[in-house]
């Protein structure tokens, strides 16, 4: 059975209007699929790949266009498989001018250093990195669960070539 196509992302949910996903109100979807396995994650059972529904893409873009928001990538992790979303990214960008932010537990360094998580990097405006780590766990932090996250303003740090972190978030 092939699980994974470039066509298509494994959906798990897709949240509409949700503000805890990043600023503002968001459409969020989740991915199932993620190798990080973070002690204390709050999802696990979001880690199968072959887990959730296959959506086409062109449905997702769809379905983003008329909820008519800013868009959240997570999961899962968008970046273990991120071709799907690669996609998805690219006729978000082509064809609206809303933003994009992303989960992911790897580091901002790592997906620079993978082709194909970068492609899917450079078309992000937020990037919320780094794996979940119980021990730096902060319930008073915005639109992340453990200190060691960060919230990267992607085009900033790609022209500095160092990360930029989003200001008063
Ligand atoms: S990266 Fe996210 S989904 Fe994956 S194990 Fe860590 S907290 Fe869970």
Redesign the pocket.
């Known amino acids: 059975m092939t699980v994974l196509s470039t066509n298509s992302i494994r959906v798990l949910d897709i949240k509409y209007g949700t503000s805890v996903d990043g600023v503002g109100l968001r459409t969020s979807i989740y991915c199932a699929g ?5 002690v204390g ?4 059972q ?2 199968d790949e072959r887990g959730g529904e296959p959506i086409e893409v062109e449905e997702l873009f769809r379905l983003v266009e008329d909820a008519d928001m800013n868009v959240t990538f997570t ?3 968008p970046m273990f498989h991120p071709e799907g979303f690669t996609r998805l990214a690219q006729m978000i960008k082509e064809r609206t001018r809303k933003t994009i932010w992303c ?3 790897y580091r901002f360094e790592d997906l620079m250093r993978s082709e194909s998580r970068r492609a899917l990097l450079e078309k992000c405006d937020v990037v919320v990195d780094g ?2 780590v119980e021990a730096e766990r902060d319930l008073t932090l915005h639109f992340r ?1 453990s200190r060691n996250q960060r919230i990267i303003d992607v085009p900033r740090s790609l022209e500095a070539g160092e990360v930029v972190l989003v200001e008063n978030v």
């Open positions: 993620c190798e990080n396995r973070c994650c709050h999802n696990p979001s880690w999961g899962g992790d989960y992911t537990g794996r979940y669960g």
